[in-house]
């Protein structure tokens, strides 16, 4: 299978059908994750097999049980899938510690998957963590944070 059919089955099946199991086909036991996280850097990469990804998965449908994912664009080279999603979904659960609000949002991802012997084996992700926790009323709406930034 192409690498794009693949990554293109990690979103329909997993996110948008929300049938976890499909895990066991679309990822490789030994893929790793790389996420940057703008607290701490990016990540040196952790494990993220099948298990892992349906508890991760899993977590984030606890707290927003209607989530789907929208490819709005993708783009491959070779073993790779780059691919702009935006998450959608309704903040019916905890999230972080945070109670849900019954907010709607969208959640911004930057997504590159390496295929390899059709299977995600590897992943590096960018997510827009700050727009969604502005959605969810934990942090100032930007013009907000900016307005008091300049008074001091």
């Known amino acids: 299978m192409e690498p794009q059919a693949v990554v293109a089955r ?3 099946e997993i996110w948008n059908e929300h049938r976890l199991a499909a895990a066991e086909e679309i990822v490789a036991p030994e893929c790793v994750t790389h996420q940057l996280r703008s607290s701490g850097g990016a990540t040196g990469g ?3 097999g099948p298990a892992e990804l ?3 998965v899993a ?3 606890a707290a927003f049980p209607d989530m789907t994912a929208e490819v709005e664009a993708s783009v491959a080279a070779g073993d790779r899938v780059v691919s702009w999603v935006a998450m959608r979904g309704t903040h019916a659960g905890p999230w972080l510690g945070v109670p849900p609000t019954g907010r709607r949002v969208t959640v911004r991802t930057v997504v590159m998957h390496r295929v ?3 299977r995600i084996v590897e992943d590096w992700v ?3 963590s ?3 926790f502005q959605q969810l009323g934990v942090v100032e709406p930007t013009p907000d944070l900016l307005a008091r930034a300049t008074r001091r």
């Open 54 to 56: 349906r508890e991760h």
């Open 116 to 118: 390899a012997g059709g």
């Open 46 to 48: 952790v494990p993220r």
């Open 126 to 128: 960018v997510t827009e």
């Open 10 to 12: 990690f979103f329909a």
């Open 59 to 61: 977590g984030w449908l």
């Open 130 to 132: 700050l727009g969604l």
